[in-house]
């Protein structure tokens, strides 16, 4: 079955990086476009970047381009998202997507938290 595991959150200062992961499970990894989203509470689970599944495109929110880059590692089955100049409306959990064979799948989500 499908499995999205993530890891890598934490707790950061503003202005700083962290890489969180996402290692998958159970699909043709290498087949399928990945995307991370994030969510906090009260609100709807955004969508933070894409990357096709070569890797050859990605697209960003608006919110987050020119921080952050997705990228991924198809011998891993893994993708990441490089997060740098983070601040604290950044704070968040983070998931890992798949949508495959009309059905989504998500991660159990990684928290990050931006505060000084």
């Known amino acids: 079955q499908v499995q999205l595991v993530e890891s890598g959150g934490g707790l950061v200062q503003p202005g700083g990086s962290l890489r969180p992961s996402c290692a998958a499970s159970?699909?043709?990894?290498?087949?399928?476009?990945m995307s991370w989203y994030r969510q906090t509470p009260g609100k709807e689970r955004e969508l933070v970047a894409t990357?096709?599944?070569?890797?050859?495109?990605?697209t960003y929110a608006d919110s987050v381009k020119g921080r952050f880059t997705i990228s991924r590692d198809n011998a891993k089955n893994t993708v990441y998202l490089q997060m740098n100049s983070l601040k604290p409306e950044d704070t968040a959990v983070y998931y890992c997507?798949?949508?495959?064979?009309?059905?989504?799948?998500w991660g159990q989500g990684t928290q990050l938290t931006v505060s000084s």
């Open positions: 997507y798949v949508r495959r064979h009309w059905s989504n799948y």
């Open positions: 990357i096709s599944s070569t890797g050859g495109t990605t």
């Open positions: 159970g699909f043709t990894f290498s087949s399928y476009t």
